[in-house]
């Protein structure tokens, strides 16, 4: 058992002016270990380019998250009116001017593949930027550090603490640290909930405490994860949850951008002293200021690794110690192994965004999306499906004819009635029977309620001398009263005869 | 043995419990924590459940536990909850006649699910869980009714059966023409050929005129002069192409000499008559009501 112990010791100089951390890479692969308690990150807080954009990025993230439930889209008095809206009581799902029923799930698989792809065409070109920047673990993760920050103290502050002794001070807080992540959680599962009722229908109700006991819950699930990812567990689940680090390994190569330590400029390492040359040495003065500001406990000069997230906020860091020292930025920058290779070799940097790999993903995507549309701007606002009876499978009758059961599901995702017309052709029906409704004349005219599935049970007779052996095929076909809309479903008649 | 008192092995280097076999020493290896952790746990769980829920069997009952817990009042407690949940619907069911139940949408669909909840449960084991029958019994399907297909004629046949123990029973009884040597053999050829020839089908011309005047004086009066059937006494249309017993020459020859009657049990007494009426509605609704 290893005891773990705060060493203090007087800061040393990486060069004049700049002090080198005691950061260790306690999250690396060599240095990690199986069934080792985590080492504590301490991230510093940095200031530059790159925490600016994610300063923006949680901004907009979370803006969109609190506030997209309470956007308003009027669909008139038969449907909610919140533009976004996962309705699972009434198995619809608004977006805007998307109505998406449960049948049409697969405009739904499209989004997702889309995203997928989207997200592939991304990390061939860039890196991990939504692992970086967007993705909600890191969003929440970056909050939450940033509310520790604002309690306890920047990374020093932060290490001394968690040393002390306990005392008032220290309780003080760390309640207060916790106090303000769990409201932060429960802000985070009580928006959650938002999506899938009316907004401010349910506002009202948990306000009152007379919200169902299923919300409840769900604000209490994702108050827990939330608690525990963001404030927790923080960089552990991208390094040993997060099924993505290794999926990445297939989407990117040596010409996808990343953060690179550019070990052509940076080697050898050491402290540099005020007035000494810079001839014969590396630009890195191993100030260690890269690992202080790693959110994820990596040393990025060891090369690209899956703990890496791609923030750049080692590159901050770095920029800041090299205009101390008046040598220039980008010694860790958006870069990739390829050109670290190619100046290692002499040759000019260049960056290659069309390859093989990210043309496909591109192409990929165009064609995703292009089905998409077209296939959102032909979508029929009626559908029909058709099911046999199977048993009995036919019924034989007493004049010799044979009557066959169909279970039909007439869909109207208009906003208001309907008439539909029903016909079936490709049989010689002696009768057509309309549970509800008697024997009907083709075609029968059938009303549907506003954004309804009418269930109905039709029976088709047919007569002895129009029987053939097997089975018959036929189509039965829906089409509104202007005629411009069809639905063909093709349909068997078993007439039991061999 | 070490100098500190404990005894550790020197191949693995881990501390041994001190027993020894033929020199060979147990390591101690104790159980992790977190798997006793675990263990405890469960012993503790264990306790709480025996003292809380019923759990040890004595000699003639068994111990209740503190909450008093039963499963089989969970169930008594469901059942009520769903027949509380539903006495509106079964009220409105007891009130309305047939008629009524079919032209109110609301009511129909409550009916006609529980119908097919009911005929599950006490008609499909003869009739078929999709009512299509068998050799026997009758196909509930089709167009082909004994005691008539009206809502009322169903509701009826339901309530007091066929051939059962209710004093109102609908009750036919076709003889055994052969079995009890009413007519001779002969003659049961002839009529065999008879009744197939009454469905249209090819038959001996000469056993059919022979035929014609044992019919006439057996047959008819149930069948009625062409076997068209009567629905007053249950006697099936022998013109028509469904067969209750088969189509086939030997089904008919058989039939005739043994004059088989199956027995459909009176549910007036067992179903309530909201149910029956559910049943009616539901048979009804399965294309051949009239």
């Known amino acids: 058992m290893t005891v773990h112990t705060v060493v203090t010791r007087t800061p040393v100089e990486a060069a004049h002016g700049v002090e080198t951390s005691d950061a260790e890479a306690s999250n690396s692969a060599s240095r990690r270990k199986f069934y080792k308690s985590r080492v504590p990150i301490y991230p510093k807080m940095m200031h530059g380019t790159f925490r600016r954009i994610k300063w923006i990025v949680m901004a907009v993230t979370l803006g969109i998250y609190y506030l997209a439930p309470w956007i308003r889209w009027d669909r008139g008095p038969s449907a909610p009116s919140q533009a976004i809206l996962v309705d699972f009581a009434h198995e619809r799902f608004y977006f805007f001017f998307l109505e998406i029923w449960p049948q049409e799930v697969y405009y739904i698989t499209g989004l997702l593949i889309m995203s997928a792809v989207a997200l592939f065409l991304v990390t061939s070109l860039f890196g991990r930027l939504w692992c970086g920047y967007a993705c909600p673990q890191t969003v929440w993760t970056d909050l939450f550090i940033f509310v520790e920050n604002l309690i306890e103290g920047d990374r020093s502050a932060r290490i001394r603490l968690a040393a002390a002794p306990w005392s008032a001070g220290k309780v003080v807080k760390r309640v207060s640290k916790h106090t303000v992540w769990l409201v932060i959680a429960v802000a985070t599962g009580g928006a959650w909930v938002f999506y899938f009722v009316d907004a401010p229908t349910l506002a009202r109700e948990l306000l009152t405490g007379t919200a169902s006991i299923a919300v409840y819950a769900a604000i209490a699930g994702f108050t827990f994860t939330t608690y525990s990812l963001g404030g927790l567990m923080r960089e552990q689940v991208c390094t040993f949850m997060c099924p993505w680090p290794r999926i990445q390994g297939a989407m990117t190569d040596r010409e996808a951008l990343s953060v690179t330590y550019r070990v052509d400029r940076g080697e050898p390492r050491g402290p540099h002293k005020k007035g000494s040359p810079w001839e014969g040495r590396g630009h890195c003065i191993d100030c260690r200021q890269c690992i202080a500001a790693c959110p994820m406990g990596i040393d990025i000069r060891d090369g690209l690794q899956l703990e890496c997230i791609n923030c750049g906020l080692c590159i901050d860091a770095c920029d800041d110690v090299m205009t101390k020292i008046d040598l220039p930025r980008g010694l860790i920058a958006y870069d990739n192994d390829a050109n670290v290779t190619r100046r290692l070799r002499g040759e000019k940097p260049r960056f290659r965004f069309v390859r093989p790999r990210t043309v496909l993903y591109a192409v990929v995507l165009a064609v995703v999306g292009c089905v998409m549309v077209y296939s959102l701007a032909t979508r029929r606002s009626l559908d029909l499906d058709v099911l046999r009876d199977r048993n009995p499978n036919f019924v034989s009758l007493s004049g010799g004819a044979v009557r066959n059961g169909y279970t039909l599901k007439l869909m109207n995702r208009f906003d208001r009635p309907r008439e539909l017309y029903l016909d079936v052709t490709g049989i010689k029906a002696k009768a057509v029977n309309v549970i509800g409704v008697g024997d009907v004349h083709l075609p029968v005219k059938l009303a549907v309620e506003a954004d309804k599935v009418r269930a109905l049970r039709v029976l088709i007779t047919v007569a002895p001398e129009n029987l053939r052996s097997g089975n018959q095929h036929m189509l039965f076909s829906l089409s509104n009263a202007a005629q411009t809309e069809h639905r063909m479903v093709s349909a068997v008649f078993v007439s039991g005869r061999s | ?290």
């Open chain 2, 1 to 290: 043995m070490s100098h500190s008192g404990k005894d550790v092995d020197q191949h693995s280097g881990t501390e041994t419990t001190g027993h020894e076999w033929d020199g060979i020493k147990e390591l101690n290896t104790p159980l992790p924590r977190w798997w006793l952790g675990i263990f405890y746990a469960c012993i503790a769980w264990a306790i709480g459940y025996w003292i809380l829920m019923p759990s040890w069997p004595l000699l003639h009952t068994y111990t209740h536990g503190l909450l008093n817990h039963s499963q089989r009042d969970d169930v008594t407690d469901a059942v009520r909850a769903l027949q509380t949940a539903r006495a509106g619907k079964e009220h409105a069911l007891s009130k309305a006649n047939l008629e009524q139940i079919q032209n109110n949408p609301d009511l129909l669909q409550f009916a006609m699910a529980e119908g097919k909840a009911a005929f599950g449960d006490n008609c499909a084991p003869c009739h078929g869980s999709g009512a299509q029958g068998g050799h026997g019994y009758p196909n509930l399907n089709d167009d082909v009714w004994l005691w008539g297909g009206k809502l009322e004629d169903i509701q009826h046949t339901i309530t007091v059966g066929v051939r059962s123990t209710d004093p109102n029973t609908r009750e036919s009884q076709m003889p055994s023409f052969g079995r009890d040597g009413i007519l001779k053999a002969s003659q049961i050829d002839d009529l065999t050929e008879y009744v197939v020839h009454l469905s249209g089908r090819p038959a001996d011309g000469k056993a059919t005129t022979r035929a014609a005047k044992v019919f006439a004086q057996n047959c008819a009066m149930c069948h009625g002069p062409a076997g068209q059937g009567n629905r007053q006494m249950g006697a099936p249309n022998l013109t028509d192409k469904e067969w209750l017993y088969g189509p086939t020459r030997a089904d008919i020859h058989d039939q005739i000499w043994n004059g088989h009657g199956g027995v459909m049990p009176t549910w007036g007494g067992r179903l309530s008559p909201e149910t029956i009426k559910s049943l009616a509605v539901y048979v009804h609704s399965l294309g051949g009501g009239e």
